[in-house]
């Protein structure tokens, strides 16, 4: 497909079309879902195939109110039906479910956020569905479609000063602009900013406002434009109410919705004692970092920037969610704190994020945090420093930002 950038969703699609489940694409506006679909269709030769949207209103319309006609005309003699857009059929789910249960089709659908397929399509397919999200660009799959020569070099992790230094140029770009695919696909700074502008105009304020039915998006937008300032802090509820004019309940509900339409990520506080964990203040995050520069209205280069820091964090972040890692943090009453905890194969690993490092220097908070919970390895990352360092039983590994990826898969 010509113009196509590869996403490493591919392969995990691949692997279930043979498979009876329906999958279900679902992410934010303007990530690549129909783009996906519609590479995988085409893949698909030899294949009896019918590739639909739900914007088409007769389609729909057939879909809703005569299930057996659309039927006869799409599925009977196919083996793939790919739906696009299935957000926009109400109670959709049902009939979903009607056709997995009587013929023999595979069926690949794509919703602009989990909070339509979650309430009109899960409820009725338990056991017959399997959700994939699609992201904004990853950085690793933002590097190879820029530079593919340094992506293989990378893959080696097996990196050299010189070449991080070569790769931080991209990193500087992609936290400044983000993953969306027509943003990365464009050539100049005037053009991504225009785009950011109408990916968050048109499709996020449009689609949350019509999910919220809001008679007015000023308050959403006072609030994501709050968060946006705030990003990385830990959420007080009361100043985000006096600052937007929602009251708690109300505050809850947008924050919510915020998270599932993919715009904002949480990170929940660390505790072994879960009931704690409950009642402790989130911290939030932006998924893409170049629509959150939107919303601040700031572009300036990363080493110009007085939120560096916050930028560098958030990007580990979102580098994490899209790994499907569940973030959370470490913080004291007293204040000492460690900015990610994640738990891989049943170890917990802490991971502390440095604009600029030049030695193995370890804060009294990361020691605190691996004496106490008796960590095997954590990882404190910053620009490009590159070193290790044993602490009792503990190795704390010293990486670039940038290598993130790799430290996710080893």
């Excluded at 290598?403 to 996710?408: K, M, Q, T």
Aim: charged residues 30%; aromatic residues 14%; positive net charge.
């Amino acid at each position: 497909m010509e113009g196509y950038i590869h996403r490493f969703l591919e392969k995990k699609i691949e692997k279930y079309l043979n498979k009876k489940e329906i999958i279900a694409i679902v992410g934010a506006r303007q990530c690549g879902k129909t783009t996906l679909m519609k590479y995988v269709y085409e893949g698909l030769k030899n294949k009896n195939k019918e590739f639909i949207t739900f914007e088409d209103r007769d389609i729909l319309e057939l879909f809703i109110k005569d299930i057996k006609s659309f039927i006869e005309k799409y599925v009977r003699g196919n083996n793939f039906l790919f739906i696009d857009e299935f957000q926009y059929a109400k109670q959709g789910g049902k009939q979903l479910k009607f056709i997995y249960d009587t013929e023999k089709i595979k069926i690949i659908i794509s919703g602009s956020s989990a909070v339509d397929l979650s309430i009109q399509s899960i409820k009725y397919l338990v056991g017959r569905i399997f959700v994939f999200k699609l992201n904004p660009f990853s950085f690793l799959e933002y590097l190879k479609f820029k530079n593919l020569k340094l992506f293989k070099i990378y893959e080696k992790n097996n990196l050299s000063l010189q070449i991080i230094k070569e790769i931080n140029k991209y990193y500087d770009e992609f936290v400044i602009y983000g993953g969306y695919p027509r943003v990365v696909l464009s050539k100049d700074n005037s053009e991504r900013e225009e785009i950011l502008k109408n990916i968050y105009n048109t499709y996020f304020l449009k689609e949350i406002k019509e999910i919220l039915q809001l008679p007015e998006d000023f308050k959403l937008s006072k609030l994501i434009k709050v968060l946006a300032l705030q990003m990385g802090g830990l959420i007080n509820y009361h100043e985000l109410s006096l600052a937007t004019g929602f009251d708690y309940k109300d505050l809850l509900k947008y924050l919510n919705i915020l998270k599932k339409t993919f715009v904002c990520v949480e990170s929940k506080p660390f505790f072994t004692n879960k009931r704690k964990e409950l009642i402790k203040n989130p911290k939030i995050y932006f998924l893409d970092i170049g629509l959150r520069n939107f919303v601040i209205k700031n572009f300036q280069k990363l080493e110009d920037r007085p939120d560096c820091g916050n930028l560098n964090e958030s990007f580990i972040a979102s580098e994490l969610t899209k790994k499907d890692f569940e973030l959370r943090y470490w913080r004291t009453k007293v204040g000492a704190e460690v900015d990610f905890i994640i738990e891989k194969n049943s170890q917990i690993i802490p991971i502390e994020v440095k604009s600029i490092l030049s030695s193995p220097k370890i804060t009294r908070s990361f020691r605190n945090f691996i004496q106490l919970y008796k960590i095997k390895k954590g990882f404190i990352l910053s620009k490009d420093y590159l070193g290790k360092k044993t602490i009792n039983k503990t190795t704390i590994f010293f990486y670039p930002l940038l290598n993130i990826d790799n430290i996710l898969n080893n």
